[in-house]
C-alpha cells in the first residue's frame, strides 16, 4: 500500500486498537496545539470520544470542524492533516472499513476530487 | 432481509445514527434492569460510551460482560438478547458492517455456532 498510514506517519497520536480482515481500529489522542503531518484515511467511521475543535487541510483548502463527545461520523477515504486548534485534548477512535469501494457522502474533511 | 433488526424488535433502545452504502451506526441507550428481546447484530464494531455490565445471551448459552467507556469491541454477526444487570446505564455506537462476508475472530458475545 502507498498510502500514508497515519500509525506511521504520526505514531505519536495514532495507535491500532485491534484488526482483523474487515476492520482496523485507530485510537486518536493529542493535545492542543497538535499538528499531524499529511496522512490517509480509508473509508471510516469516526466516533469522538472528547469534544473538540480541529482544521483540516488537504492542501487546496480547509475547514473547521467542532464536535461533542460520543458522535459519529462518516468520513470519506481522503487525505489530510489535522491541527487541534480548540483547548481541549483530541481522542478519538476511527473504524476502517478494509473493503474496496466506498462513497463520499457526508463526509467531515476535505477530499480530493 | 429476514434478520431481527435491533431497530424494529427494540425501538425504544436501538435508533439508527446514519446510514449509507458501506455501513449503519446504531445508538444503543438504556437503564438498569432494561431487557432486550432477541435481536440480531451483523458484523459489527461496538463502541462504548458508558461503562456498563450487560448479560448476553443466546438461548442456548449466557455470557456476562463489563467494560469500561471508550473502548471499542468486535462484535462478529451474532443473533443475541442483552440485560443490563449493573448499576449504570448503557449507552453505546454499533458500526454495522454492510458487505458480505466477516469473521468470528474476538467477538464479544455468544454465537450461534
Chains 1, 2 share one sequence.
Not at 66 to 95: K, M
Request: with cysteine.
Amino acid at each position: 500500500m502507498e498510502r500514508l498510514d497515519p500509525t506511521v506517519t504520526n505514531p505519536d497520536a495514532y495507535s491500532v486498537v485491534f484488526e482483523n480482515d474487515r476492520v482496523r481500529v485507530l485510537e486518536y489522542h493529542d493535545a492542543p496545539g497538535h499538528r499531524t503531518t499529511p496522512h490517509a484515511h480509508p473509508d471510516s467511521v469516526m466516533v469522538t470520544l472528547s469534544s473538540f475543535r480541529r482544521r483540516l487541510g488537504s492542501g487546496t483548502h480547509e475547514v473547521e470542524v467542532e464536535l461533542p463527545s460520543g458522535v459519529a461520523r462518516w468520513i470519506g477515504a481522503q487525505q489530510h492533516y489535522g491541527e487541534n486548534i480548540g483547548d481541549t485534548e483530541t481522542h478519538c477512535l476511527f473504524v476502517e472499513l478494509k473493503d474496496v469501494g466506498g462513497t463520499r457522502d457526508g463526509q467531515l474533511g476535505p477530499a480530493e476530487h
